[in-house]
């Protein structure tokens, strides 16, 4: 896991807002398609498979993509039943109805990317490997036709990424927010 984050109190939290909604969707429907961007270590996408089992909720798509290989691989590794790809964000997704799109974003404003890709600061810092991560992210949550978006940021981020959303025509249904040492994460569900 050397170059993955590890999961901490923001993947946590993360989980647990994901959890409600994945439960309320399959109480209601069934079954699901849940994708999470920036899988990782595969924690929460590995902990959502565990539920559905346990509640007997079927899948229609079980996807959990990054861009770091090396999280591609672990998440691969946390359940035969995920699909994990190496993707930049939605990328890769054929047009398609998703229930519950997942996105930690890397929560800190910091450097640009120059030279080699570090992976822990690409998952660390929101515009080490692109300037619009927020931007293109709910655009092509808004193109897959999502039911429920899971976004987690922290407090520096927060006016970028509620202000994109807002733009973008989203509503926060839900928030959750915890004080961990210097800042807030804020995990926000939008429509």
């Given at each position: 896991?050397?170059?993955?984050?590890?999961?901490?109190?923001?993947?946590?939290?993360?989980?647990?807002?994901?959890?409600?909604?994945?439960?309320?969707?399959?109480?209601?429907?069934?079954?699901?398609?849940?994708?999470?961007?920036?899988?990782?270590?595969?924690?929460?996408?590995?902990?959502?498979?565990?539920?559905?089992?346990?509640?007997?909720?079927?899948?229609?798509?079980?996807?959990?993509?990054?861009?770091?290989?090396?999280?591609?691989?672990?998440?691969?590794?946390?359940?035969?039943?995920?699909?994990?790809?190496?993707?930049?964000?939605?990328?890769?997704?054929?047009?398609?109805?998703?229930?519950?799109?997942?996105?930690?974003?890397?929560?800190?404003?910091?450097?640009?990317?120059?030279?080699?890709?570090?992976?822990?600061?690409?998952?660390?810092?929101?515009?080490?490997?692109?300037?619009?991560?927020?931007d293109v992210f709910l655009r092509q949550v808004k193109d897959?036709?999502?039911?429920?978006?899971?976004?987690?940021?922290?407090?520096?981020?927060?006016?970028?990424?509620?202000?994109?959303?807002?733009?973008?025509?989203?509503?926060?249904?839900?928030?959750?927010?915890?004080?961990?040492?210097?800042?807030?994460?804020?995990?926000?569900?939008?429509?």
């Amino acid at each position: 896991m050397e170059f993955v984050y590890p999961p901490s109190d923001d993947s946590a939290q993360t989980l647990d807002v994901s959890l409600s909604i994945l439960r309320s969707i399959c109480e209601k429907k069934g079954e699901i398609s849940l994708v999470e961007v920036g899988s990782g270590s595969g924690y929460v996408i590995g902990q959502l498979v565990e539920e559905m089992v346990k509640i007997n909720c079927r899948y229609k798509a079980l996807i959990g993509i990054d861009i770091n290989p090396h999280a591609a691989r672990l998440t691969s590794l946390a359940s035969d039943s995920i699909d994990s790809i190496r993707s930049d964000l939605l990328s890769s997704l054929r047009p398609m109805k998703v229930d519950l799109v997942i996105f930690n974003l890397p929560y800190l404003l910091g450097p640009r990317r120059s030279g080699d890709v570090d992976w822990m600061d690409a998952s660390i810092y929101i515009n080490y490997l692109r300037n619009d991560l927020i931007d293109v992210f709910l655009r092509q949550v808004k193109d897959l036709n999502v039911e429920f978006t899971v976004i987690t940021y922290s407090s520096e981020s927060m006016s970028l990424v509620e202000t994109a959303a807002k733009a973008g025509g989203f509503t926060i249904m839900r928030r959750a927010v915890k004080h961990v040492f210097f800042e807030d994460i804020i995990t926000s569900v939008l429509r």
